[in-house]
């Protein structure tokens, strides 16, 4: 079954640590995202990556870091500047850039203890 | 202005009744719109897309006013299971084709 694979899908950590969250899909999509939600906002661009070796900082990348060393892989750090980094995580991919039809990873949940 | 701004909600409807979701966005370069559902704690999924012309699927119908820049979604009949979280979301090109999220209005459909 082709999809998009987040894990893990429930994080806990302390304050100062850094964490990465693994997102995997075999969709053959260029494009990737990284999304954050918190309880009654909309989503909230944090990087996107058009093609490996690129990408770009969304509205709110600070305290974040990614990579995109794979087509398939698109993995998020949250720093420890990252000032407030409880929140549910989403990937998404698309086929191509700018069709509007993202599809998306389950989440991940994380919490700062 | 906000970028994206829908209904607040909550609906809460009985089986069977028809509801209406509204969005407007600030943007006047937004050229592609969409109508996403999310379930309690699950991922977005695409409901469907808006165009001009305004489109239907099945109970859906969604419209575009570009002049008003406001979109709709109208759902008829509706079920116990269209209970979810519907986001507007506006695409424009000239930010790198970024798409822009809505807060999302809940829907409650009761038996």
């Known amino acids: 079954d082709g999809g998009i694979t987040q894990s893990p899908k429930y994080l806990f950590r302390k304050e100062g640590q850094n964490v990465t969250l693994s997102c995997e899909q075999n969709l053959n999509h260029d494009a990737m995202y990284w999304y954050r939600q918190d309880p009654g906002q909309g989503l909230r661009l944090i990087y996107y990556?058009?093609?490996?070796?690129?990408?770009q900082k969304g509205d709110i990348a600070e305290g974040y870091s990614v990579s995109r060393e794979k087509k398939e892989s698109f993995p998020l750090t949250v720093t420890s500047a990252q000032k407030n980094p409880t929140a549910f995580y989403l990937c998404?991919?698309?086929?191509?850039?700018?069709?509007?039809?993202?599809?998306f990873g389950e989440g991940s949940r994380l919490t700062v203890l | 202005r906000k970028e994206v701004e829908q209904d607040p909600g909550p609906f809460n409807v009985p089986e069977g009744a028809t509801v209406a979701f509204n969005c407007t966005y600030s943007n006047s370069a937004s050229q592609s719109f969409f109508w996403y559902r999310q379930d309690c704690r699950k991922e977005p999924k695409l409901l469907m897309s808006v165009y001009s012309s305004g489109n239907e699927d099945g109970r859906f119908t969604a419209q575009l006013n570009r002049a008003s820049q406001y979109i709709s979604l109208l759902i008829r009949d509706s079920k116990l299971s269209d209970s979810a979280t519907y986001l507007c979301?506006?695409?424009?090109?000239?930010?790198?084709?970024?798409?822009?999220f809505g807060k999302g209005t809940l829907l409650t459909v009761n038996p």
């Open positions: 998404a991919s698309s086929g191509r850039y700018g069709t509007g039809e993202l599809f």
């Open positions: 990556s058009q093609i490996v070796n690129d990408f």
């Open positions: 979301v506006v695409e424009a090109w000239g930010s790198n084709y970024k798409l822009t």
